[in-house]
């Protein structure tokens, strides 16, 4: 009788490790890598919504600081538009602060971006490598009208996203 309970202890205790060792296996396998479409949604996500989001409603500290120094002149512009009004008035220092206030938080940290118009780089995070295996562009088109008698544009705006 002692042997037959030996055996079937035996037995559940291999049954055990085998069922453990498996499962272990499966998690090893299975680790998670972010997808390509995840860069794909933060790319246009950005994009759209720095074209589409004014300005008047962007509460950052450093834009309250740009519209009482009357940096902003504009308040109706979107995100996009002031970033290439800026662009046009060759002021990139103001350029990059602005992009950085309203981008920052917005991608996740293991990915790069950076924020461009006619491919002058406004604002960029991490290094944007060639060697890179996922480098996702979302573009949108950028006009504006500082004053009443004139016109700038049509740039590219663009956003740039990549895995670090």
């Known amino acids: 009788m002692k042997k037959k309970g030996y055996f079937l202890t035996l037995d559940a205790f291999i049954a055990t490790v085998i069922i453990a060792a498996g499962l272990l296996l499966l998690l090893f396998l299975t680790s998670y890598r972010p997808e390509q479409e995840q860069a794909v949604f933060f790319a246009d996500d950005l994009a759209k919504g720095m074209a589409t989001q ?36 060759e002021e990139f220092t103001l350029a990059e602060t602005f992009t950085e206030s309203i981008t920052i938080g917005r991608i996740p940290p293991q990915y790069g971006y950076s924020v461009r118009v006619d491919d002058a780089i406004m604002y960029e995070t ?10 996702i562009s979302s573009k949108v088109i950028l006009s504006g ?3 009443k008698s004139m016109f700038w544009g049509p740039f590219v705006g663009e956003v740039r996203v990549w895995q670090q």
């Open 54 to 89: 004014t300005v008047r409603n962007t509460n950052t500290p450093e834009i309250q600081q740009m519209r009482r120094d009357g940096d902003i002149r504009n308040l109706e512009n979107s995100l996009f538009e002031q970033i290439g009004e800026f662009y046009i008035r």
């Open 126 to 135: 991490g290094v944007e490598r060639n060697s890179s295996g996922l480098l």
């Open 145 to 147: 009208t500082p004053n």
